[in-house]
């Protein structure tokens, strides 16, 4: 009744469908672990803003990575600014999408030591190969507040490109200004929030942290999806079943109907034995006439 499953397609199919369902049900935990890690993240995110400000030394120093749980917290720092050491970022966009730069400034605390300060955004000026105009950073001492970065990588999925016009760069890292400023710099960077005054570079909006995402409805997806190759696996030998059974009927119908057919046609066919000769005498009498 199910010889069929043993054929060649029955066994390709149900081997690609044995296989589908433990692949959807890990494609189900890594979508949950997505929403997981983003759920994670923007409670991160949620105290770290929330936390009262502190000095920028109390949380990341010279050559130190900037700790996860210290990203995004907020940080003041009190120097002057280093205009020489200005460099802008580049492909940066603002909140609209628009293309422009970062610019990232060296602000130099009373120590000597320095932290990179990303003052905001530009817009570009269409030529790329050109520093593009940056209002002047505020001269004198000042205090800065801001949220704590960790330095950029190759590994967020920015190219490191080399050969660009001067005074441009592509990543934000402490380590590379540091080599090329030789200057001592704390790790990580801090994201200008005040003071924003006129004719600056336009500050940063705080990170989202408020969306979780649709990974955990794709999740569910793809767990229903492993649910119904079962289903349909059977659905789909029931009606191959069904199909074959009613075939068969069909066929063994129409062989009885064939084989009634040739009967019936053989009987109208073939004469009655000793039928021939007595009507062949009656006809010779009937010639001959009475005696």
Known sequence: MYRFLLSRQWVITTLVALALIPAMIQLGFWQLHRHEHRVARNDQIARSLAADPVPVTELTGPGRTVA???????VTASGTYDPKGEVVVRMRTDDDGNQGYFVLTPLVMT?????????GWVPANGDLTKFPDVPAAPAGKVTVTGRLRADETTASGIKNTSGLPPRQ???????????????????GYVEL???AGKNQPRPLSAPDHSGIGPH???AVQWWLFSAFVPVGWFILVRRERRDRAEAAAEAEAAAEAE????AEGGDGRAPESGSAPEDAAGVARTASGPE
């Open 68 to 74: 996860r749980d210290d990203v995004w917290r907020t």
């Open 111 to 119: 120590d000597g030591r320095a932290v990179l300060v990303n003052r």
């Open 169 to 187: 760069v592509m990543l934000i890292s402490s380590e590379q200004r540091a080599g090329e400023l030789h200057r001592t710099l704390l790790g």
């Open 193 to 195: 929030t005040s003071p």
């Open 216 to 218: 955990m409805a794709y």
């Open 259 to 262: 084989a009634e057919a040739t």
